[in-house]
């Protein structure tokens, strides 16, 4: 079945240091979904991408989907206490299931 | 409502009873998806449903596990004969619709402990 890796599972870093977080896919998917969970919350959306080679860019945060439209990753520029969670990627493939990633936790240090 | 809610938040349970957890879908969110989240771990998919039917049940881990949405709104995920492996929080979601495109808004979740 469908199964999407994410690494590395964890990442601390120092504010003002950036931070990128990859996901990869075992199939090809129809679009790929990024989520934020804070400690002791529930997921929240960031942002989606669909087409293949997509770069989309919140802020600090640039988002890109992969050509073959197995891959993406989420690089945060010049990081800050308030990017402190655990990120996570979500893919649907085939059917609407959307399957997520184990996430990759940021901690950073002030 | 204003957002996906779900009850109880807590439930504490004895291993091999029967547990009954509730998800309220934003109001006009046809897609309804069930997951379960351990401890450092991502949302593990169980089911999705659409409208009414269960379109995808295929992250049920056995038979103990069943959800159903009679009206196509309100969600229930039943568990029976639970067992300690069955503690974790339960996430329900909703989508506006389900196709290519729509994102998911999660509840708060059912923490489960089973002792």
């Known amino acids: 079945g469908q199964q999407v890796m994410q690494i590395p599972q964890y990442q601390h870093v120092q504010e003002g240091e950036d931070f990128t977080t990859y996901c990869n896919s075992s199939t090809t998917l129809s679009n790929i979904q990024w989520y934020k969970q804070r400690p002791g919350g529930h997921p929240v959306f960031l942002i989606q991408?669909?087409?293949?080679?997509e770069v989309k860019k919140q802020k600090r945060l640039t988002f890109q989907f992969g050509e073959a439209k197995k891959n993406s990753s989420l690089h945060i520029t010049a990081t800050q206490t308030t990017d402190v969670g655990t990120y996570f990627c979500a893919g649907k493939g085939g059917s609407e299931k959307l399957v997520f990633g184990k996430g990759t936790k940021l901690t950073v240090n002030p | 409502g204003a957002g996906v809610s779900q009850t109880p938040s807590n439930k504490v349970t004895e291993k091999g009873k029967y547990v009954e957890l509730r998800c309220d879908p934003i109001?006009?969110?046809?897609?309804l998806y069930w997951y379960r989240q351990s401890l450092g771990q991502g949302p593990e998919f169980l089911i999705y449903f659409q409208g009414t039917g269960a379109a995808d049940d295929s992250g049920l881990p056995n038979d103990r596990f069943f959800a159903v949405r009679p009206e196509g709104s309100v969600s229930t995920l039943k568990i029976q004969r639970t067992e300690r492996g069955d503690s974790a929080v339960y996430l329900c979601?909703?989508?506006?619709?389900?196709?290519?495109?729509?994102?998911?808004?999660f509840g708060q979740g059912t923490r489960l402990t089973v002792v």
């Open positions: 979601a909703s989508s506006l619709m389900s196709r290519v495109g729509t994102e998911a808004f």
């Open positions: 991408l669909v087409k293949s080679g």
């Open positions: 109001s006009g969110h046809t897609a």
